[in-house]
């Protein structure tokens, strides 16, 4: 099925211009300029979530800088010293992940060769990826260097966490945060390579791919490689769905709609069809707190676009959110995130799923419960004359200008209604509780 001569499309198709880096254009620009204008600093820090492009422009700039014919402050890519640079041979360009080459050392040993001149080019640059994880000793020694640095060093340091390096180091170095990219600019890129590589991919799989890399191009062209090991040349969204085994939205929609039911049984019942087809529990879990993310989304801004969904879903979120109000979505999204981590770490994540799904379908339906009790409580108080009141086991003396309460016949029930009130919510009605007491 799968293509033997495809490539891994992250390596194949890593920009190697300024130009070609999706989005990030601040920090493409910027760097760009400093490069034509002769005014490079001798320290970066570029930050910001994996896959989001730090060490493809980090090598960008180490190739356009030291490239022997540049175009526009853009690298040739055809030079020895370009070649070198992409294949990560050269010998003035070194690379070191702070992840696994954390120690005094290792720094020590990049001091060493930053002491000598660069081999073959005008720059030497040091590439230090996740460098937060140095240890305090490793960062002392780099700050020496990065204090007094010999005109033609150039270190670009790397992190997604930008709040563990110290400030000592931060304040030595020119900053570019780099953002997650949008799901429209991974869709654009995908689309490319699939049309480049001949590739057949529907919108909702493009979408899905998109929006499983989390705003990493490199995690959603992972995720489009291994779409196309198992789909082939042709990319359907049942087939890929079977073949991540995520749960179709459709499916949300149906919980959601038993829960504004109180629909317990069958909730219960459609939530272990749904075990059968072997899906993983806190995805799924996440999902419906999503789902009802979307819902509160839409009631508060009433912009579907804001969603990132794709336009058929969206139309739904709009009809779906007619059938909720705000109180109503927190109070279900609040038992929702109180009990992730309780299910994350559960021995039984099976029983406490359905736990969770009967509280939220029950949590409606019992504050409409106490509404109707409530109004009915009114109701008898506008009725009842004070020297009955919660004394005479009697009916009620009927009176047909008085308003007909249904449902309660006489004030010894209408006492256990104000229990059963009070047992359920006592802080729901607090006055009403002191005027009883007083009595
Ligand atoms: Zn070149």
């Known amino acids: 099925m799968s293509d033997s001569k495809y490539k891994v499309s992250a390596l194949a198709y890593r920009p190697q211009r300024f130009s070609e880096v999706v989005s990030q254009e601040f920090a493409t620009k910027t760097l760009k300029n400093a490069i034509l204008s002769g005014k490079t600093a001798h320290s970066y820090l570029f930050s910001g979530p994996r896959g989001t492009g730090k060490t493809t422009i980090a090598r960008i700039f180490a190739k356009a800088l030291n490239c022997l014919s540049p175009e526009n402050g853009e690298p040739c890519n055809k030079c020895e010293n370009c070649i070198e640079i992409t294949n990560g041979s050269h010998p003035d360009v070194f690379e070191l992940d702070a992840a696994s080459n954390r120690g005094i050392d290792d720094v020590r040993a990049i001091q060493d060769a930053a002491k000598y001149y660069p081999v073959k080019s005008k720059f030497k640059f040091f590439i230090v990826d996740e460098v937060h ?98 789909c082939g040349n042709k990319i359907v969204i049942d087939n890929l769905k079977d073949f991540l085994n995520i749960p179709d939205k459709e499916i949300y929609f149906k919980i959601s709609g038993f829960i504004r039911n109180a629909d317990t049984k069958s909730i219960l019942e459609y939530f272990s069809e749904l075990l059968e087809q072997g899906f993983d529990l806190i995805t799924f879990y996440n999902g419906i707190t999503e789902h009802f993310r979307n819902i509160l989304l839409v009631i508060i801004t009433s912009n579907p676009k804001q969603l990132d969904e794709s336009d058929n879903i969206r139309e739904k979120y709009v009809t779906e959110a007619k059938e909720f109000t705000v109180d109503g979505i927190l109070r279900l999204m609040k038992i929702l995130l109180e009990n992730e981590a309780r299910l994350k770490y559960s021995g039984n994540q099976k029983i406490l799923f359905e736990v969770i799904l009967t509280e939220l379908c029950r949590i409606e339906k019992e504050v409409y419960d106490i509404g109707v009790l409530i109004s009915e409580l009114e109701a008898i108080k506008k009725k009842t004359p004070d020297s009955l009141r919660f004394r005479s086991a009697t009916p009620v003396v009927s009176d047909s200008s008085m308003p007909q309460v249904k449902n309660i016949k006489n004030d010894s029930e209408v006492v256990a209604r104000l229990k059963q009130i009070f047992v359920l919510e006592e802080h729901f009605i607090p006055d009403l509780k002191n005027n009883n007491g007083s009595r």
């Open 133 to 230: 994880m140095l240890t305090m000793q490793a960062f002392n020694a780099l700050l020496k260097t990065l204090e007094e640095p010999p005109p033609y060093l150039i270190f670009i340091l790397a992190t997604t966490n930008p709040e563990k390096v110290p400030a000592t180091i931060l304040s030595r170095c020119q900053k570019f945060g780099l953002h997650r990219l949008k799901i429209e600019e991974i869709t654009e890129q995908i689309q490319k390579i699939a049309k480049s590589e001949k590739i057949m991919i529907d919108s909702e799989s493009l979408f899905l791919i998109s929006k499983l890399g989390d705003g990493a191009l490199r995690d959603a062209l992972g995720i489009f490689d291994l779409a196309v090991s198992y």
